[in-house]
């Protein structure tokens, strides 16, 4: 999985500038993102507190590292 250039914090303050009333344009603008990647974190991360949020990217972190390890050893045995 690609590391994020945003921390949990920023992804989160992002999300809730929009959800005050600011334009989804201009936002992602203003924060260097393209708006398919807002909206990519809006499908994802709505309604998620920084906690929340740094906790299911270390899921999905061991996750794709078990993945790989799998894989690994699934090829030495071929």
């Not at 809730?16 to 809006?42: F, L, N, Q």
């Amino acid at each position: 999985m690609k590391k994020s250039k945003f921390t949990e914090e920023q992804i989160v303050r992002i999300l809730k500038e929009v959800e005050a009333g600011a334009k989804v344009g201009e936002t992602c603008r203003k924060h260097g993102i393209s708006e398919p990647t807002y909206y990519v974190w809006k499908s994802k991360y709505a309604h998620m507190e920084v906690s929340q949020l740094r906790h299911l990217k270390e899921v999905e972190s061991e996750l794709s590292r078990l993945k790989r390890m799998y894989v690994d050893l699934a090829l030495e045995h071929y």
